[in-house]
């Protein structure tokens, strides 16, 4: 299952407004442009924001996410009708011959079991056409980024137009080697329903990354810098020959 924060509807409501700035993604719609990409798969799309930003370019675009409450949010959206939006994990997207496969934020990540991950990599590798892309986003282990999770560093209150104020931060609660689990809270003072949500994501090594896509067919043709988190992520670009 999705973790709660995409998947409870009243969390999911909010998460966009709790993480406005997604300039991040100007970089994957940079490299839609760079590949002259017509067809995209979009893995763990969430709330749709890179679906639809590429869809407004005239992209064709396929979004998978197990998480329905963030896939209601997604269709509700301008623009959500043109695109086709799949309930479901990147094992359950038909081949699509698409140019190029996005995976973002933590979706990655959330991939915990190595088998799943490998799952994964093979479905998407099976979605693309030969010469198709796949593009991804993982945080560097070293950088241990996870001891910033803690509510005096991810604190914030947010005032949301028909909702109110709305308060959320981040506990860390255990790192097992590269399993980090964290707790995410939200707070609505409208009412005073605080809600929590718990996710463990999986810290890979980069020689590890390499490997597992090797493993599925890939070929590997660069490791970019992720450009909101300088230093802190490496943004794999692979190719399916």
């Given at each position: 299952m999705a973790d709660a924060i995409f998947e409870h509807a009243r969390l999911a409501g909010v998460y966009d407004p709790l993480d406005p700035d997604r300039s991040d993604l100007d970089a994957y719609a940079a490299i839609a442009g760079e590949l002259g990409a017509r067809r995209v798969l979009d893995v763990g799309c969430g709330t749709g924001t890179l679906a639809l930003l590429l869809s407004a370019r005239g992209i064709e675009v396929t979004g998978v996410d197990p998480a329905a409450a963030s896939l209601d949010v997604a269709r509700?959206?301008?623009?959500?009708?043109?695109?086709h939006w799949i309930h479901g994990y990147a094992t359950d997207v038909p081949p699509l011959r698409a140019d190029l496969a996005t995976i973002t934020g933590n979706a990655a990540q959330a991939v915990?079991?190595?088998?799943?991950?490998?799952?994964?990599l093979d479905a998407v590798h099976a979605a693309l056409r030969p010469g198709g892309h796949l593009v991804f986003e993982t945080r560097d282990p070293a950088r241990r980024a996870w001891l910033g999770w803690n509510r005096q560093e991810t604190y914030q209150a947010v005032e949301i137009p028909g909702v109110g104020r709305v308060e959320q931060w981040h506990?860390?609660?255990d790192v097992s080697g590269p399993l980090v689990t964290f707790r995410t809270t939200v707070v609505f003072a409208s009412d005073g329903e605080a809600l929590t949500s718990h996710s463990t994501l999986r810290f890979r090594e980069r020689e590890e990354v390499e490997a597992d896509l090797a493993a599925s067919g890939y070929v590997l043709r660069e490791v970019r810098d992720a450009p909101d988190?300088?230093?802190m992520e490496f943004v794999f670009l692979a190719e399916r020959p």
């Open positions: 509700a959206k301008p623009g959500g009708e043109r695109v915990v079991e190595p088998e799943s991950w490998r799952a994964t506990d860390l609660l988190r300088p230093g």
